[in-house]
């Protein structure tokens, strides 16, 4: 009845660990979220429950309270939806499964349950890195460079049931980067010589 998960928040371009605590109890239907949530964290609710009602869970007959620690930080954006509904699964007992507290989430969900890039992602995960985190869940953006930050492993999940999927033990192929060689193979490269001038530019570039 109760569920901690890992993630990243963000106090401008600087990241800190966010803990994501959920307890569900039997009740009327309710789902709050604390820990100083910005509107945006706060509509996060009502991509939870459809997304959740789209992979086939329901959270009828249930009271759900969701906690970003530390307290006394504001919470922006819809960042921290993928890691929500993961606690709120293990606080149901849906996920059985433990999740070690270096592992983290960082992602937005859509009403089907795909998993979305989000505004800050790179500092977010360069301050997973600093603080130690050895696994990271997280959606592919093609407008982030390719990421090799060992001891960091970084697992690209399209979709919600493909996080849980792999967590419960089942294998993701891993992505595929064939878009981005082809782009970097098709590339028209200027030829230098045909500029006049400008040799120091030309020897920096």
Excluded at 66 to 88: C, E, H, T, W
Excluded at 118 to 125: K, R, S
Excluded at 164 to 179: A, R, T, V
Aim: aromatic letters at 8%.
């Amino acid at each position: 009845m109760w569920a901690k998960v890992t993630s990243i928040g963000l106090k401008g371009m600087e990241g800190y660990r966010v803990h994501v605590e959920v307890g569900s109890y039997v009740g009327n239907d309710s789902f709050k979220i604390v820990g100083l949530p910005d509107a945006a964290v706060k509509e996060s609710k009502e991509r939870i429950i459809a997304a959740l009602r789209a992979l086939g869970y329901h959270l009828s007959g249930q009271k759900i309270i969701i906690n970003l620690s530390p307290a006394d930080q504001k919470k922006y954006g819809s960042m921290f939806d993928f890691q929500m509904a993961i606690a709120v699964l293990q606080s149901l007992h849906e996920l059985e499964v433990i999740v070690p507290e270096d592992t983290g989430f960082l992602g937005s969900l859509s009403l089907d349950g795909s998993i979305q890039p989000v505004e800050g992602m790179l500092p977010a995960v360069l301050a997973a890195k600093r603080l130690g985190i050895q696994k990271l869940y997280m959606p592919f953006d093609e407008g982030l460079p390719v990421l090799d930050l060992k001891p960091l492993e970084i697992i690209y999940v399209s979709s919600l049931q493909g996080a849980i999927g792999h967590l419960s033990g089942q294998w993701i192929p891993p992505f595929n980067k064939k878009q981005d060689d082809e782009r970097f193979t098709n590339t028209v490269y200027l030829d230098m010589q045909q500029i006049i001038g400008h040799t120091g530019a030309k020897h920096a570039l």
